[in-house]
């Protein structure tokens, strides 16, 4: 007992007291924002490998944005990004950044089905699928249990088998030899399950996108409940999401 309270005293409490409130330390790079500056739209657009960057208005969509920055380094008077880690949205469309815009991304509560927060708002039990992933989110979100972001005091936690779960958390572009083991774990999770997807790879294919080696049907299937921006997935994005999606909202 007392070696414990000695290490406190000396380490202090390595939880984040407030997920919802943190000032991150170091290079991260969160929400953009675009002013009305002019600059050359062309060679703006041609900086993005992964054709992100689209004009009239310039926008960036961070379904596919995988926060280099460089556009940035090019244009610092019209693209910044700034440490906000709330990258989530509830439709693919939320994820569209534009010249202008200066508030957060917000899930949009008319298109939460009920019977999330309803069933899930004190557990949520997920099973995350890595369908080709390069394991950089699957670290990250790995790191939503650890000591720092202690996921799991949300009653938020991640289960070995799709039979414990509520739903599933996918990362990586969805393979073509994932894609019928993704299936397989969708229909073995229970209903109602929800689905979320993890990181630019599997919100849009990133860097992969249109190759002939990806299967990405099984989207076309389903509708999806969460996505969460980020190349890789702060655990911050992903817990402030989740909670998001699953909190109790009054009913109108």
Do not use: W
């Amino acid at each position: 007992m007392f070696k414990n309270l000695k290490i406190l005293f000396h380490q202090g409490k390595q939880y984040i007291p407030d997920v919802t409130n943190v000032n991150v330390p170091g290079i991260f790079r969160g929400r953009p924002i675009i002013t009305t500056a002019k600059v050359n739209e062309e060679k703006l657009i041609e900086i993005c490998p992964l054709q992100a960057i689209t004009s009239s208005p310039v926008a960036i969509d961070l379904g596919k944005c995988n926060f280099c920055g460089e556009c940035s380094f090019a244009f610092p008077d019209k693209i910044s990004f700034t440490k906000d880690y709330k990258l989530s949205s509830n439709q693919r469309e939320g994820l569209i950044i534009k010249e202008g815009d200066t508030g957060t991304i917000e899930l949009n509560p008319d298109v939460i089905r009920k019977e999330i927060s309803q069933l899930f708002s004190r557990s949520l039990k997920l099973r995350q699928v890595s369908a080709g992933g390069d394991n950089s989110c699957e670290l990250e979100l790995n790191a939503c249990s650890n000591v720092n972001f202690d996921m799991g005091r949300f009653g938020i936690e991640f289960v070995a088998s799709p039979r414990h779960a509520d739903g599933i958390v996918i990362t990586g572009p969805i393979s073509e030899n994932m894609a019928e083991a993704l299936q397989i774990c969708y229909d073995a999770t229970p209903d109602p399950k929800i689905i979320i997807l993890a990181g630019v790879d599997a919100i849009s294919g990133g860097i992969f996108a249109g190759s002939p080696a990806l299967n990405r049907s099984f989207l076309d299937k389903y509708n999806v409940d969460l996505y969460v921006s980020g190349n890789p997935v702060h655990p911050l994005a992903f817990i402030n999401g989740v909670l998001e999606l699953i909190r109790k909202r009054k009913s109108s």
